[in-house]
């Protein structure tokens, strides 16, 4: 079809008379980093399911594999939220407005940690009811690695942009190496750990290789100007997420909660957050035509 339209509109024979230039090196300088980061993500959440079944067995494989899935579902706000992202953070590097860069950075980050939470909250807190109701009581021991494997994606999330902010500054070969040595740290602990605890072993390899990577890649903005490693204005925020977090987890162990009574918790813990976030995010502010809903202004002011 597009071979047909170029000819139809006179434009092949130009195209065919032209000599292109492909600006390969500078294609590839951009693409790599991408690619390697994209690469490393994957590769910290599956080498493990290939180490485990060389190291172990297929049951051990089948109690890690089945919960990947939902923990991953704590990124799916950060990649919602990427797109809206990027475009203003090139535009307040391209004005060298690093203050508001680092305020974009943050409200962001904490933007993304509130509206995530309460898959948080249900994947890591209520993790081992969950994976009962979704894979059957025989599979609840995979409880522990869905909670590990939980913390570790809500932790690149509640950190923020932090590789696309990377992007942005240009500082690519960063990328490279720190996706690389994110790779190896996965594969080093993983090893010594699986063979000694099993999918658990790999559960715990895999939590403490994201959150290296990510804390190499937090690493990376410190030289920015203003950018601050924590801004302390969101401190409250992130405290009720971790307090409300380990609450939940602490009454599950002790009372051993179905789901579905817990799922109120849930509730009433993620509305708690919401209240000490209203202000600092601005939400009204931000969605003003969210006050035409009902019980909203009830809710955020």
């Given amino acids: 079809m ?20 492909v600006p390969t090196s500078e294609i590839l300088s951009f693409v790599l980093p991408g690619l390697s980061s994209t690469l490393a993500t994957a590769a910290i959440a599956s080498i493990n399911i290939f180490l485990l079944g060389h190291l172990r067995s297929m049951p051990d494989v089948a109690y890690y594999r089945a919960v990947v899935p939902a923990a991953q579902l704590n990124g799916v706000v950060m990649a919602s939220f990427t797109l809206m992202y990027i475009p203003s953070a090139a535009r307040l590097f391209a004005k060298s407005d690093y203050a508001g860069f680092n ?3 943050w409200q962001t980050a904490a933007w993304m940690s509130v509206v995530s939470f309460p898959i948080f909250a249900v994947t890591f807190s209520l993790s081992r009811p969950l994976t009962v109701l979704l894979f059957g009581a025989r ?3 995979s409880g522990s690695i869905l909670a590990l494997l939980s913390l570790a994606s ?18 690519l070969r960063y990328i490279i190496v720190m996706s690389a040595l994110g ?13 000694r605890y099993g999918a658990i072993g790999a559960g715990i390899g895999t939590a403490v290789a994201l959150i290296s990577y990510n804390l190499l890649m937090q690493v990376g903005l410190l030289p920015t100007p203003n950018f601050k490693a924590f801004d302390r204005r969101y401190f409250s925020i992130y405290l009720t997420i971790a307090l ?3 609450g939940l987890l602490v009454i599950q162990s002790l009372m051993s909660l179905s789901l579905y009574v817990a799922l109120p918790l849930v509730v009433c813990i993620s509305m708690m957050v919401l209240t000490v976030a209203k202000k600092k995010l601005n939400i009204l502010e931000t969605f003003p035509e969210l006050l035409s809903l009902p019980f909203t202004r009830l809710l955020l002011t």
Wanted: no cysteine; glycine share 6%.
């Fill in 154 to 171: 809500y932790f690149n999330t509640a950190l923020g942009f932090n590789l696309q902010t990377l992007k942005v500054l240009g500082r």
């Fill in 244 to 246: 409300g977090a380990s």
């Fill in 139 to 141: 599979y609840e021991q």
């Fill in 183 to 195: 790779v190896l740290i996965d594969v080093v602990v993983s090893m010594f750990l699986i063979v």
């Fill in 2 to 21: 597009l071979l047909r339209l170029l000819e139809d509109q006179g434009l092949l024979r130009q195209l065919k008379s032209l000599t292109i230039q």
């Fill in 103 to 105: 305020k974009l950075y």
